[in-house]
């Protein structure tokens, strides 16, 4: 506790103190989000080209942590596209500070880099054409499926081809709105990833008359906000952020912002907030309400 209460006035100092991120972000006033292009409605691109998203305001609330962490209310934010499958190198190399996007937090990612409490629960589904005969990945016998680069979906449908002895044909696409494009132009039999961003590209292309999400959740994917790890400090910030906006009753209205109510697109996702998400936005309410 100590060492904590100790670090605001020794970021007033150079940076000294600081944890490597922090100190970074210090030095050059500046701190850079990763955001994805076609992630509706986590982090994506609006009209105008600039990046929007659930995961972008919970980044800019981290931000305003950061600034408060090292004396520097003025920071500016930079905003950094990364892909499914450069992301969690962006994190490593330091290309990007914060990893705004649609990402889940599992074990084996966590070898690698930290996380922030949880903002999301999704798992793999199917979308297909609307007249398409596949209700359930038992169906995609002989069949061939896309997936984006670099994400859980990939090796949730391995799994599944395994399980169940399907026969599939995996191939990949380098982001989420090529492979919507793939099922689109006929070239694959499903698009497989997260539910939320399957119901979103829907939305978005406005395509509910030609597509349908389906099949049994083939994962469990549960989404966090991705940084460097080994910082304790850092790590702190982040779970400061979340509990102020969990104490402040921010979450829920944050989240009903963007999948419930109409986007700045034009879209409506209407996806009420599972019980499981409520509850964890729930633990992180310090106030004395909240302990009630």
């Not at 989000?33 to 919970?58: C, H, M, T, V």
């Not at 400061?240 to 034009?266: C, E, M, Q």
């Amino acid at each position: 506790m100590v060492l904590a209460l100790a670090m605001p006035a020794a970021a007033q100092n150079g940076g000294e103190g600081l944890s490597p991120t922090l100190a970074a972000i210090k030095a050059r006033h500046v701190v850079h989000l990763g955001y994805r292009e076609s992630s509706p409605p986590f982090s994506f691109l609006d009209q105008a080209g600039r990046p929007i998203g659930y995961s972008l305001e919970l980044c800019e609330a981290i931000v305003e942590e950061i600034g408060t962490e090292i004396d520097d209310p003025a920071l500016r934010i930079e905003y950094v596209k990364v892909t499914s499958d450069d992301r969690i190198a962006a994190v490593l190399e330091g290309k990007i500070d914060l990893e705004c996007g649609s990402t889940t937090a599992n074990a084996e990612r966590s070898k690698q880099v930290a996380f922030s409490p949880l903002m999301f629960v999704a798992g793999t589904k199917l979308m297909v054409p609307k007249g398409s005969a596949i209700s359930a990945a038992t169906d995609l016998k002989g069949k061939t499926v896309v997936v984006t680069k670099g994400t859980t979906n990939e090796v949730a449908m391995h799994n599944a081809d395994k399980k169940f002895a399907l026969g599939l044909t995996v191939v990949t696409a380098p982001d989420h709105e090529q492979s919507y494009q793939m099922l689109v132009d006929g070239k694959v039999d499903a698009f497989a990833t997260d539910d939320i961003l399957l119901y979103g590209l829907i939305a978005r292309h406005k395509s509910q008359d030609k597509l349908r999400v389906t099949g049994d959740y083939l994962s469990y994917d549960p989404y966090g906000i991705m940084f460097r790890k080994s910082e304790p400090q850092l790590a702190a910030v982040v779970e400061r952020a979340f509990r102020r906006l969990g104490s402040n009753h921010d979450l829920i209205p944050l989240y009903n912002k963007w999948f419930v109510g109409r986007l700045p697109t034009g879209e409506r996702l209407n996806v009420a907030i599972s019980p499981q998400l409520e509850e964890a936005f729930h633990v992180l309410d310090d106030s004395p309400s909240g302990n009630q």
